[in-house]
């Protein structure tokens, strides 16, 4: 199948159970605080991602690949998936597995959060499992290196099995696209890097695109988006990526293949709208990759990844307050977008 007959996503690596629990205040060691709320949801790249895309847009065909237990946060997420009309095929339930999943805490206060994950049947998912034969999808979404021990690891003389499924799903038509986790720099630096030729678009934050440069792109929790510019700058000098994004709470950054640079701010989101950031990031490359498939003006991409943003901060879970395109461009045209940062 030619790449002009291809529509549509597949979606693999993590999916877990968030188990979100919205908090008053974080607690320092040894003090009580309260949960104000608590639900658990689908969470992942490759869960998130996928609902986001349908959600963004309900016609859009989403497939996914990845391993659940057969528990009850399975079940839980296998429902995510039909009731979201993700095509699960390439699912594996685990007999015995504990699903992969996260303790997901927001802060009221602040706004932030903090996870705690157990790997469970994520540590089993191989390259074994990406089948492409049969899909028909345009773009292929992968993560999350660093909590898969098989993927993580060399396989079959590829120096990981990120490598491997990524070239085997090039080898098959599929244009691709990584997501990154924050995980330690050096490590995330050691399972990113190898991976650069074997991609075609990069969606990430000034965290990761700090870790796999080697550059210090924050300070003290604020983005240097000068050393954010230079990292990119480096990624697209090295490697053969078509189009990378950079996001950060306040603006994103985009660079194309052709020397061109995009900068974007984010929305202005009241602060009396904001339940949680969890599944921000999500949001903003579902947006961005939406807007790519579309064949959209990459500064219209970073309008739609910020909008799609802004939407998800809506929700304490990941996807419940994502809405089609229209309406997440039309919320941030009514709250506004903030002014561009100064370099």
Known sequence: MSAGQRRGFLTG?????????????????????RILEESVEGGGSACNFGIDIRRLDPSMPVATIGCVGDDEDGRILLRYADDNGIDRQGMRVIAGGRTNYTDAYSARDTGKRTHIFHQGTSALLSPDHFDFAGTTARIFHLGLPGIHDVMDNAWKGEVNGWVATLKAARAAGLETNFELLQIAPERLRELAEPCLPHLDTLVINDY?????????????????????????????????????????????????????????????????????ANGAGDAFAAGFMY?????????????????SAAASLRSVGTTGSVETAERCLALAEGWGWRAMPNT
């Open 208 to 276: 990761e695109i700090g870790a796999i440069t080697g550059t210090q792109t924050t300070r003290d929790g604020e983005t240097d988006i000068a050393a954010c510019e230079a990292a990119g700058r480096q990624i697209m000098e090295r490697s053969a990526v078509k189009v990378l994004a950079i996001h950060f709470p306040r603006a994103a950054i985009a660079f194309t293949r052709d020397g061109a640079v995009y900068r974007h701010p984010s929305v202005n989101v009241p602060q009396s709208e904001v339940r949680g």
């Open 291 to 307: 807007g790519y498939h579309e064949a959209r003006p990459v500064p219209d991409c970073l309008k739609l990844a910020h909008a």
């Open 13 to 33: 690596g993590t999916w877990c159970a968030d188990h979100n629990k919205l908090l008053d205040r974080w607690p320092v060691e040894e003090t009580v605080t």
